[in-house]
């Protein structure tokens, strides 16, 4: 019994020591030494504003991390070789951050370029440190894909952006978003992830309809919720979406606003009409660009809806009428001047 265990060990013994020699595990023995130390807490790093911060990986994220089994500790942190290590200069934490930031781009180098276009990288070269790099929003040694469960996109940015995420989860979208329905909006389908465009600026603002479009000019996903698909076609055929797209087509910004989307319905506080408090709000939203129209104002306008014989049937009449007679009178017109050549080429 003895004889069969030793045997049985010895076996595991030499088939691991070949196996480290094949280099199958040579990433993990050289993890394994760094983790030695700091796979366990109570070491600290200082700073020299007189701040410190702990050195402890956890071992575990570690390894189930994205990079886990394919990447090494030296792999990120090249300018460590020895121990004790050689003392950096840092004047705070946040200067550690930023600066191992920097170690991302070596292989990821198309989500850098993305970043070099957005808002947060904008600010961080003005010199606002707290805007984040991809350390703030991927972490450091348990990375994970951010693409699945999409709810952690909103957490994501919500961790800084409070304001806004309070609001959002209140909003129709919001509501169900955290919920885990992923036919809504989270914070990336409107700004994207790396280069988030400055929302302030008027063209975004004119461009944003598209934004809104992507789902609801989806028939499919409409028809799920019950919703009127036609809100995109209707916008742009009524004087606001018209002006609007074109002055976006041109990259012209308009001498004052016109109403696009969220001018109407919200941002981040959108809600449904199927309870009607937001309909009864909508004149109060017309009165912020037309000021002191009576309530009857929305009356004559059709809001999303194409005129039918059900709804604006006045204006269907109007319009059928329009259709008919027009060609009708054209056609009397072209009627007309003809006989009237055959009358002059007859009468010789
Ligand atoms: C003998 C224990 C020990 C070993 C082995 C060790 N470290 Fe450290 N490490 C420390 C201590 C203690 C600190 C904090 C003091 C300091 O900054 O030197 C530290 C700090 C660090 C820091 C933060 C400070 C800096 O200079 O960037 C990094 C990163 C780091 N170690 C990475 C590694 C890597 C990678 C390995 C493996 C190649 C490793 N360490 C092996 C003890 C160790
Ligand atoms: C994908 C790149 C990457 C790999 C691989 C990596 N690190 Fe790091 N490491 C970082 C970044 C980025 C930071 C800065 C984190 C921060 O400031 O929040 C960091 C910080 C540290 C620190 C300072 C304490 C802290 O957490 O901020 C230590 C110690 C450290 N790493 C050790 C290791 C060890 C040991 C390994 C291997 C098991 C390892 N790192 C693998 C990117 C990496
Ligand atoms: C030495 C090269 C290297 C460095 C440095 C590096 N990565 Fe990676 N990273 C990889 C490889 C290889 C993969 C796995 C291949 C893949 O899925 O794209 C990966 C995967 C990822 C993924 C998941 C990709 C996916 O599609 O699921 C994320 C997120 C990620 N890395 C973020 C980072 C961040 C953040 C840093 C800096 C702290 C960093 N990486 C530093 C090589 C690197
Ligand atoms: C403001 C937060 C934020 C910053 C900064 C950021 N990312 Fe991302 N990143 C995300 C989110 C959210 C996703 C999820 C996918 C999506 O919605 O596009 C993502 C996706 C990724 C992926 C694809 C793998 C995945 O998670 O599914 C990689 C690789 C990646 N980022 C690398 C980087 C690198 C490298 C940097 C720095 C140059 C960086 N990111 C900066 C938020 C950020
Ligand atoms: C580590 C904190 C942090 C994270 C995480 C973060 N942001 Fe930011 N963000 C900032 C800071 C700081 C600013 C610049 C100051 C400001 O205007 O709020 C900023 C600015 C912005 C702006 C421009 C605001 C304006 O008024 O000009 C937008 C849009 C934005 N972030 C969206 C996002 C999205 C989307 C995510 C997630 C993918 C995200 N942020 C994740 C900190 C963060
Ligand atoms: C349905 C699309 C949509 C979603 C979802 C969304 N945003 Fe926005 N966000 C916008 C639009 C559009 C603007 C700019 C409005 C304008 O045209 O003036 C904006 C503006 C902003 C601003 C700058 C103005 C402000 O209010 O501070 C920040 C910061 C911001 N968003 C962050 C976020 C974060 C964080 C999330 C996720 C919790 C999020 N957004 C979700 C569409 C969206
Ligand atoms: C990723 C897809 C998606 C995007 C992008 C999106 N929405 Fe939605 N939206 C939905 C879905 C799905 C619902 C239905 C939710 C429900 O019925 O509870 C909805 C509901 C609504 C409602 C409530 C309808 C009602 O009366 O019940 C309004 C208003 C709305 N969205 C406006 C907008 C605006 C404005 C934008 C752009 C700033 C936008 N949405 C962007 C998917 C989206
Ligand atoms: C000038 C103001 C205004 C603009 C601009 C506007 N809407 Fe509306 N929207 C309304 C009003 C008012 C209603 C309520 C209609 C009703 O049921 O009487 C509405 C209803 C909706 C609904 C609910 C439809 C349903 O089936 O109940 C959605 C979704 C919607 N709008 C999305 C959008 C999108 C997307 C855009 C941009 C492409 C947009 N809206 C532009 C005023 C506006
Ligand atoms: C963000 C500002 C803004 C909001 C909000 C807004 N409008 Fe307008 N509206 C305009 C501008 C600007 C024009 C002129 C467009 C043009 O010249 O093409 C206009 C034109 C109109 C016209 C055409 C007649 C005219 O006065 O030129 C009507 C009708 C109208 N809007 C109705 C509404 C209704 C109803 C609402 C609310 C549901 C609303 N608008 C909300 C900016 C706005």
Same mark, same amino acid.
């Given at each position: 019994?003895?004889?069969?265990?030793?045997?049985?060990?010895?076996?595991?013994?030499?088939?691991?020591?070949?196996?480290?020699?094949?280099?199958?595990?040579?990433?993990?023995?050289?993890?394994?030494? !760094?983790?030695?130390?700091? @796979?366990?807490?109570?070491?600290?790093?200082?700073?020299?504003?007189?701040?410190?911060?702990?050195?402890? +990986?956890?071992? $575990?994220?570690?390894?189930?991390?994205?990079?886990?089994?394919?990447?090494?500790?030296?792999?990120?942190?090249?300018?460590?070789?020895? +121990? =004790?290590?050689?003392?950096?200069?840092?004047?705070?934490?946040?200067?550690?951050?930023?600066?191992?930031?920097?170690?991302?781009?070596?292989?990821?180098?198309?989500?850098?370029?993305?970043?070099?276009?957005?808002?947060?990288?904008?600010?961080?070269?003005?010199?606002?440190?707290?805007? =984040?790099?991809?350390?703030?929003?991927?972490?450091?040694?348990?990375?994970?894909?951010?693409?699945? %469960?999409?709810?952690?996109?909103?957490?994501?940015?919500?961790? !800084?952006?409070?304001?806004?995420?309070?609001?959002?989860?209140?909003?129709?979208?919001?509501?169900?978003?955290?919920?885990?329905?992923?036919?809504? =909006?989270?914070?990336?389908?409107?700004?994207?992830?790396?280069?988030?465009?400055?929302?302030?600026?008027?063209?975004?603002?004119?461009?944003?309809?598209?934004?809104?479009?992507?789902?609801?000019?989806?028939?499919?996903?409409?028809?799920?919720?019950?919703?009127? %698909?036609? +809100?995109?076609?209707?916008?742009?055929? $009524?004087?606001? @979406?018209?002006?609007?797209?074109?002055?976006?087509?041109?990259?012209?910004?308009?001498?004052? %606003?016109?109403?696009?989307?969220?001018?109407?319905?919200?941002?981040?506080?959108? +809600?449904?009409?199927?309870?009607?408090?937001?309909?009864?709000?909508?004149?109060?939203?017309?009165?912020?660009?037309?000021?002191?129209?009576?309530?009857?104002?929305?009356?004559?306008?059709?809001?999303?809806?194409?005129?039918?014989?059900?709804?604006? =049937?006045?204006?269907?009449?109007?319009?059928?009428?329009?259709?008919?007679?027009? %060609?009708?009178?054209?056609?009397?017109?072209?009627?007309?001047?003809?006989?009237?050549?055959?009358?002059?080429?007859?009468?010789?």
């Amino acid at each position: 019994m003895i004889k069969t265990m030793l045997l049985l060990f010895l076996t595991i013994a030499i088939a691991s020591v070949c196996w480290e020699a094949h280099g199958g595990t040579t990433q993990n023995a050289e993890a394994g030494a !760094c983790l030695d130390c700091h @796979g366990q807490k109570g070491d600290s790093m200082r700073f020299q504003d007189g701040s410190k911060k702990e050195v402890f +990986v956890n071992a $575990d994220e570690w390894a189930q991390s994205v990079h886990g089994n394919i990447l090494t500790c030296t792999d990120c942190h090249r300018d460590i070789s020895g +121990v =004790p290590h050689t003392p950096k200069k840092m004047q705070d934490a946040r200067d550690f951050t930023l600066q191992q930031s920097n170690t991302c781009q070596r292989c990821h180098y198309a989500y850098f370029t993305r970043v070099l276009d957005s808002i947060h990288y904008e600010m961080l070269k003005s010199g606002l440190r707290e805007a =984040p790099t991809c350390v703030d929003c991927h972490g450091s040694h348990g990375i994970r894909s951010l693409k699945t %469960p999409r709810l952690e996109v909103n957490n994501r940015c919500g961790s !800084c952006h409070t304001d806004v995420f309070d609001t959002y989860k209140k909003s129709v979208h919001g509501k169900l978003a955290m919920a885990g329905n992923n036919d809504v =909006p989270v914070c990336t389908d409107c700004h994207g992830a790396h280069a988030i465009l400055n929302p302030n600026q008027t063209q975004f603002h004119l461009n944003s309809y598209q934004i809104c479009a992507k789902c609801h000019a989806d028939q499919e996903k409409m028809k799920r919720y019950g919703l009127n %698909p036609n +809100v995109l076609t209707t916008y742009l055929e $009524d004087f606001h @979406g018209a002006s609007t797209k074109a002055y976006a087509a041109e990259l012209r910004d308009p001498k004052k %606003p016109i109403a696009t989307c969220t001018d109407c319905h919200g941002i981040h506080d959108i +809600v449904s009409f199927k309870g009607g408090i937001a309909r009864a709000n909508i004149l109060k939203a017309c009165q912020r660009c037309h000021a002191q129209v009576p309530a009857t104002f929305t009356d004559a306008w059709l809001s999303h809806y194409q005129a039918s014989i059900d709804k604006y =049937p006045a204006v269907w009449i109007v319009k059928w009428a329009y259709r008919i007679l027009i %060609p009708l009178i054209i056609l009397g017109l072209i009627l007309h001047i003809l006989l009237h050549l055959w009358r002059l080429g007859t009468r010789r």
